[in-house]
């Protein structure tokens, strides 16, 4: 299978998104939560989408209440969330699970392709660690998402050619994505 043999359910109309629409372009799927440390993380996904965008890149916002009940509101508040303090463009998809019995098949496809390989260093990689290690001592070993705004950036062919946790650099983020634009 491929990334393009997937969709995903859209908040507004209650339809699927094919990726197969996506098809040629660089996209960014990203599981998101408006009450997060790492919300702030819209600012810089809307301005990567703005700067982008008309060059193919696509964003799929994928908002997910696994996390600490980070994201509790319904798709609609989520959404008016999201477009009143961030002024998100891209598509919002419908709230779901990323991980676990009724995770996504988008998600399962993406960690088997991309597995965690670690926050990196400093003190909020040490705190996500620690974190982590509290509610499974092997976390390290699960390819699982571990938190919310863990971004997978797929390239035009379909590849999925990165996996950034949520304590990267957005900037990092951007320079993948500005390398297969």
Same mark, same amino acid.
């Given at each position: ?12 109309? @209650?339809?699927?998104? =094919? ?5 040629? /372009? ?5 599981? &998101? ?9 819209? /600012? ?29 509101? &319904? ?12 002024? &998100? ?5 419908? /709230? ?23 926050? @990196? ?5 040490? *705190? ?5 290690? /509290?509610?499974d001592k092997n976390f390290k070993n699960s390819p699982d998402i571990k938190w919310n705004f863990t971004k997978f950036v ?7 050619? *990165? ?8 900037? =990092?983020?951007?320079?993948?994505v500005e390398k297969l634009i």
């Amino acid at each position: 299978m491929s990334i393009y043999d997937y969709s995903v359910p859209m908040a507004k109309d @209650g339809g699927e998104l =094919s990726l197969r629409d996506y098809e040629g /372009k660089v996209i960014i799927v990203v599981n &998101t939560a408006t009450g997060c440390g790492f919300t702030p993380h819209y /600012k810089d996904l809307e301005a990567i989408y703005e700067t982008y965008h008309d060059q193919g890149l696509e964003i799929i916002d994928v908002p997910c209440n696994q996390f600490n009940g980070q994201t509790p509101g &319904t798709d609609d508040e989520i959404h008016e969330f999201c477009t009143l303090k961030y002024h &998100t463009q891209f598509p919002q998809m419908k /709230k779901s699970d990323v991980n676990g019995e009724n995770a996504l098949p988008l998600f399962e496809y993406l960690k088997s392709q991309k597995g965690f390989e670690g926050f @990196g260093h400093g003190p909020v990689a040490i *705190a996500m660690n620690q974190m982590c290690k /509290k509610a499974d001592k092997n976390f390290k070993n699960s390819p699982d998402i571990k938190w919310n705004f863990t971004k997978f950036v797929i390239d035009r062919e379909g590849n999925v050619v *990165a996996r950034f946790e949520p304590t990267a650099a957005m900037k =990092s983020v951007e320079a993948c994505v500005e390398k297969l634009i």
